[in-house]
């Protein structure tokens, strides 16, 4: 499995924007990059996926770069609640519907008033 | 609501007793599966079920069981519990479209102590 590698921490501070980077250079081309977030005392939750170009959904934006080696989760406007750890997860679309999310450790985002 | 619910949320166990955590879920998803996560690391995978006929081993497979009572039902068991058992476990469902979406949905958690 294509691995993923993310900073273990980042601050922001709240209404700014937060770029969350995350380095996939072994990724495949069926991998696709989807992006969980856990808050504190939660379970993940999804955040965004995508496969090859921008992505953008009401919760944040995924930046892939051209290469597909790297992409970005882009919060726009950071607030309090957007302090959780963050995963940058490959998933091959061509496991034969083996659902694997393998999850590192994460980005931890920690976001001041 | 939740959608995807677990319990108990929290227990604490002597070593050597048998563990029962329940999950269920009202998203009429086929797919359920139970995580693992230990202090400052990510989920790890124990089992995984696509259907009630269809029990899958994880990566972290060992001194754990999982019953598929019904579509909506996933147990995990641990017959016989063991300090390094102590984790927080989630259960989480999906319903795979064929498409690449697949999200997963988790519960709140389960905290286990094992003494």
């Known amino acids: 499995d294509a691995k993923t590698t993310q900073p273990n921490s980042m601050e922001s501070n709240e209404e700014e924007p937060v770029h969350l980077p995350c380095n996939h250079s072994t990724i495949s081309g069926t991998d696709y990059i989807h992006w969980y977030r856990q808050l504190p005392s939660q379970g993940p939750e999804y955040v965004i996926h995508?496969?090859?170009s921008n992505v953008n959904n009401r919760m944040a934006s995924l930046a892939i770069a051209e290469d597909r080696k790297s992409s970005t989760l882009i919060l726009h406007r950071a607030t309090l609640r957007d302090a959780a750890v963050y995963y940058c997860?490959?998933?091959?679309?061509?496991?034969?519907?083996?659902?694997?999310?393998?999850f590192g450790a994460g980005t931890r985002l920690a976001v001041h008033p | 609501d939740a959608d995807v619910t677990q319990t108990p949320r929290n227990r604490i166990t002597k070593t050597g007793k048998r563990i029962m955590l329940e999950c269920s879920q009202t998203k009429g998803h086929d797919r359920m599966y139970w995580y693992r996560q230990d202090p400052g690391l990510g989920l790890r995978l124990i089992y995984y079920?696509?259907?009630?006929?269809?029990?899958n081993k994880g990566e972290i497979s060992d001194g754990y069981s999982v019953s598929r009572q019904a579509q909506a039902k996933f147990s995990l068991s641990l017959e016989s519990a063991i300090p390094n058992q102590t984790a927080l476990y989630f259960c989480?469902?999906?319903?795979f479209g064929g498409g690449s979406t697949d999200t997963q949905y988790f519960g709140p958690g389960t905290r286990l102590t094992v003494l």
């Open positions: 989480a469902t999906s319903d």
């Open positions: 079920s696509f259907d009630v006929k269809d029990i």
């Open positions: 997860i490959l998933r091959d679309r061509s496991s034969g519907g083996y659902n694997k999310l393998i």
């Open positions: 995508g496969l090859t």
